[in-house]
């Protein structure tokens, strides 16, 4: 779903900014929701989601408010009712964690580009 301003605000280059959206949700346990940025602010006015995808764990009960930053040359204007971000929400499995020794694997501890090209 899109989520829109509740109150207009000013991108300077290079500043982020907490947006808000009016929103607050309660998801039940095992749903998460992630923040996701909009594809034509980023590409027309370079403006994205540092923090992107947002997640929102289901015990958080605030207002979901969006961090903006702008990475263009010129200040944009945020407008009460803009569409500033997109809303998903998921099912996840909870993890539990065992400490012990790793298994080896054809790749090992090679990162950053081993896999491929």
Known sequence: ?????????????????????????????????????????????????????????????GEIRIILLNLGHNSYSILRGDRIGQLIVARYEPVEWTETELSGSQRGTEGFGSSGR
Request: overall charge negative; cysteine-free.
């Open 1 to 61: 779903m899109d989520l829109h301003a509740v109150a207009s605000a000013e991108l300077v280059p290079g500043v982020p900014v907490l947006v808000p959206t009016g929103i607050a949700i309660e998801l039940p346990p095992g749903y998460e929701a992630q923040v996701r940025p909009r594809s034509g602010l980023a590409l027309k006015h370079a403006i994205t989601m540092p923090n992107a995808p947002a997640t929102i764990d289901p015990g958080y009960r």
